[in-house]
């Protein structure tokens, strides 16, 4: 069987580790491949930045107002700049045909989109968590309420990056996208815009803010569990064109 | 006749709302290079998706070894491969980097030297030595496809699926890939493939004429 060929086979490794294998091989390119074109990484962050310094000019420079206002804007901002970066999730794989290879792959395709929507957190979503407290700052939001925007961010970004990739997968076969992406998200979204804009709102004039951030866990623990089955099903239709 | 690999039963087919081709049986044994034949636009390519499974038929069922594809669809695509209209590589990452996440797509780990040496070994096969390191999108298009077929010497799939391999490929490699075919076809593997070339090395070549 085995001929000059047959230089790797399959069969050789064991089943487990397999399942390890996808999810970081999906993880380990995507990282690589998103640090060889830097500019689709910033271009959300940009966004966020530039949103947030255009209100105080636009609105109004008042420290008391600002501070009211600070936790809508941040969160807005962070949604559509998320929004913004859906469009590098599976769009280039589609195009350059390494999507279908890894509908064919026989590998656990559950793991697969798991594996990317993380990357996709850890490229969009993290930065902006981390970028925000600065951005509060400027916004005059008190210490105790950028404690809270943080926890809010870290847990609510991640139900952006996961709903988001199952509009980003139903509609990766279209020609244009834009709008109907918006459409079929920002619904879904509302729910954790609220509660997390509202916890911050609490910290702020400090209210417990315990019971906002239980849901906002609740909603992250549920769409990390059944938005990959859902985008998987989601890839397969857009795919079988 | 040797074991059955793959089977399409009483296949439709369509596209818009025309219909492609319809009633259509194929089968392909191990040992067998199947070329597709057709026209542009008469449904090779729908033909061959709906074969790996990434498309559905109207009617009819494929079937791997006897079972129906969507039940085995994972021992099915862990011994198939396919290549589509698209190259399947990502220009950012270099040739060795999309090997390397082939091979993790066929549940194979390169970690170690040994196998750093197989995947170089696989691109020289396919005329790439000397640019392993080099992303892919300063490639041609023609080199870019090597990286992708470079994937058929690395690891050896029971059946291979090729929707038009030789677009862009020169001569020289034409002729390589078919021995490899051949080769392939010897070892009892089997060969789908879509080509407008007239394939003049490949013996027991059989065909089938889409209308």
């Given at each position: 069987m085995n001929t000059p060929e047959d230089l790797l086979s399959p069969q050789s490794t064991s089943k487990e580790p397999l399942k390890v294998g996808i999810f970081k091989a999906v993880i380990g390119r995507d990282i690589t491949a998103a640090f060889r074109h830097p500019s689709d990484l910033v271009n959300p962050l940009i966004f966020f930045v530039v949103v947030i310094t255009l209100f105080p000019l636009a609105v109004s420079s008042d420290s008391v107002f600002l501070s009211d206002i600070a936790p809508g804007v941040l969160w807005v901002s962070a949604l559509l700049a998320t929004l913004l970066s859906l469009d590098m999730l599976f769009q280039s794989d589609f195009q350059d045909g390494t999507l279908e290879q890894m509908l064919l792959s026989g590998q656990p395709l559950y793991n697969a989109v798991l594996a990317k929507v993380m990357t996709h957190w850890l490229l969009s979503g993290l930065p902006l968590t981390l970028l925000s407290p600065l951005l509060a700052v400027m916004l005059f939001l008190p210490i105790e309420g950028i404690k809270t925007l943080l926890l809010t961010l870290l847990l609510g970004t991640p139900v952006l990056s996961f709903i988001g990739a199952i509009g980003s997968a139903l509609t990766v076969g279209l020609r244009k996208t834009g709008l109907l992406l918006s459409l079929l998200v920002l619904p879904l979204y509302i729910p954790v815009l609220i509660?997390?804009?509202?916890?911050?709102?609490?910290?702020?004039?400090?209210?417990?803010?315990?019971?906002?951030?239980?849901?906002?866990?609740?909603?992250l623990a549920l769409t990390m569990v059944l938005a990959p089955l859902a985008i998987v099903v989601a890839l397969r239709i857009s795919l079988s064109n | 006749m040797s074991e059955i690999l793959l089977q399409g039963v009483d296949l439709c087919c369509e596209r818009g709302s025309r219909v492609l081709f319809e009633s259509l049986n194929i089968e392909v044994c191990a040992g067998e290079v199947l070329q597709i034949e057709g026209a542009n636009g008469s449904g090779k390519t729908t033909l061959l998706r709906v074969l790996t499974g990434l498309s559905e038929a109207v009617e009819g069922e494929v079937r791997w070894r006897g079972q129906p594809i969507r039940r085995v669809r994972e021992s099915y695509h862990l011994e198939m491969h396919y290549l589509g209209h698209a190259a399947g590589i990502k220009e950012a990452l270099t040739a060795r980097e999309n090997l390397r996440w082939h091979a993790a797509l066929q549940g194979v780990a390169i970690s170690d030297q040994a196998g750093a040496s197989k995947v170089d070994e696989a691109l020289a096969k396919v005329g790439l030595r000397g640019y392993e390191d080099v992303p892919c999108y300063t490639l041609s298009a023609g080199q870019q496809r090597r990286v992708n077929l470079a994937r058929l010497y690395?690891?050896?799939?029971?059946?291979?699926?090729?929707?038009?391999?030789?677009?862009?490929?020169?001569?020289?490699?034409?002729?390589?890939?078919?021995?490899?075919?051949?080769?392939?076809?010897?070892?009892?593997?089997?060969?789908?493939?879509?080509?407008?070339?007239?394939?003049?090395?490949?013996?027991?070549?059989?065909?089938?004429?889409?209308?």
């Open positions: 509660f997390a804009s509202g916890a911050v709102q609490a910290a702020v004039s400090g209210q417990s803010v315990a019971g906002h951030l239980a849901f906002l866990g609740a909603i | 690395l690891l050896p799939a029971k059946l291979w699926v090729l929707d038009e391999p030789f677009t862009a490929i020169d001569k020289k490699g034409v002729a390589a890939i078919e021995a490899l075919l051949t080769h392939r076809a010897q070892q009892g593997g089997a060969v789908i493939l879509t080509t407008h070339q007239a394939l003049h090395n490949v013996p027991g070549l059989r065909k089938l004429e889409l209308k």
